[in-house]
DNA sequence: CGCATCGTTGAGGCTGATCAACTCGGGTGG
DNA sequence: CCACCCGAGTTGATCAGCCTCAACGATGCG
């Protein structure tokens, strides 16, 4: 952590997770050091803090750790919507269109830098390949929020957790923070729990079970998932909704055609 | 329906749906007309049907009629993601990113109108601010999808329901599809069961209490929120996820600020 | 050492699922 | 014109997945 977080610090452009963003979202090094110049601010966020500060102006682009955006009802009942990994970039919808209507928590520290939102509205103009990736980085978001909703709506306990584990795998995978089936997951149970609509007891107990079948190993914040296909089975996954590319249109514009 | 239609079909321009978007998405006449002349298809599509065609490179903006997204599992079971109503864009995401996860289908006869995806993606060159409104649009789902998630994952029958009806009649009211307190919902109570993660039996049963408490109708496909104010205070419900405007550096750039 | 946080396990209860049967209205074909 | 069927809604009875309450173990930290 602290030695990614120097490197961060002294030079963004030779992280390697800037490398996996710059082949994920088909970016030129040009365009990369756009983000990068616009990039005010890296800074180290300790675990328990709001990752983007409510009425703040400003877009997160998370580098290391994780942390979630949330809702909690008048009772106290948390509901966490998404996980968010190095690489997301958060806040856009509240900067873009004003609107944040879901608190966002460091559930480990942290290391992001800043963009001012004013920045990226710009982009539309100044760099409609840019804004296109932003967008994508959007419906990123909703594709995976949307397979959410098929998992709470329709999924039971068990199929809900190994869709996670797996999505989380994928998703960790693309930015380099896997090994082989082996991933760090650095929160705890309850968070799990309030990302699957579950009780604490209950996936403690689903875990137990998976666990005791051979399915995934799970403890000190670490994952191992011991049988990939038997859990993909049992939940259907299916990692397209991460992929998708940018439209030819978009990434080789021609102005005359 | 039929003479929404015609009128659909005579001139698009002055359909009050038109109006009323152009209001939401702050668009000017001529951004209006530009959507307009991309158009290149306005059809009427039966119930049942798919709104747009798997590998299709279209987008589709609903004029009338009722709409959903969903997905089925491999044993059968249905999740409704999202209800696509009048003023909804849909296909965003497949013709941008060329992926299309999820299957649409109508729900009612529907009225839409086609516009070839590579228009869309060039209006990121051609047009930032309606590539920005396109992003807007996205990004209103995501909301929705949030909010759908946080009722799928904490709360129960009775408090989603009054959720799924207060929201459907905050966006119908938008697109002027409402009359004060009532508006037409054509769907059977096997859509409502699919779109919030409860049996059939459940839905009927959790409907009949709430009406007999006087705190909605709902019968022939119509809707009458009798009483409003306690249905918000059951769920929290607050339409703030809906608002939203494009930010003033989009909606009035200046290349020299 | 004491305390807090997290994980684990048992017992019992409730929300909502499942199965099954019946009603009702509308369409359809004999 | 009526018998029939089909889809949608309704209701009862039973069942199960998951929740809640409660207690205890393990670990880390001041």
Request: aromatic share 8%.
């Amino acid at each position: 952590m602290q030695e990614n977080y120097d490197c961060v610090m002294e030079n963004l452009a030779t992280n390697p997770l800037i490398e996996k963003l710059k082949l994920l979202m088909d970016l030129t090094d040009d365009e990369v050091q756009v983000i990068l110049d616009l990039s005010f601010k890296t800074q180290k966020l300790p675990k328990g803090q709001s990752l983007i500060p409510s009425n703040s102006e400003n877009v997160s682009l998370v580098m290391d750790g994780w942390a979630c955006r949330y809702k909690i009802l008048s009772d106290g009942r948390r509901q966490i919507t998404s996980f968010i990994l190095p690489g997301d970039l958060t806040g856009v919808r509240a900067c873009l269109f004003g609107v944040s209507d879901f608190d966002t928590e460091t559930l480990t520290d942290c290391v992001t830098t800043l963009i001012d939102g004013k920045d990226i509205a710009r982009l539309f103009y100044e760099a409609p390949r840019l804004a296109a990736a932003v967008t994508w980085a959007s419906a990123r978001e909703e594709a995976m929020l949307t397979e959410h909703v098929v998992s709470l709506g329709r999924r039971n306990a068990r199929e809900r957790m190994a869709h996670l584990f797996l999505e989380l795998h994928s998703r960790l995978e693309i930015v380099g923070f896997v090994e082989k089936l082996a991933y760090g997951m650095p929160i705890t149970q309850e968070m799990i729990a309030d990302c699957l609509g579950l009780s604490i007891v209950h996936v403690n107990r689903t875990l137990k079970a998976m666990r005791k079948e051979g399915l995934l190993e799970y403890y000190n914040g670490y994952v191992i998932l011991k049988n990939a296909k038997k859990l993909r089975s049992i939940c259907g996954y299916d990692s397209n909704h991460l992929e998708g590319t940018l439209h030819p249109e978009i990434a080789d514009y021609d102005p005359d055609a």
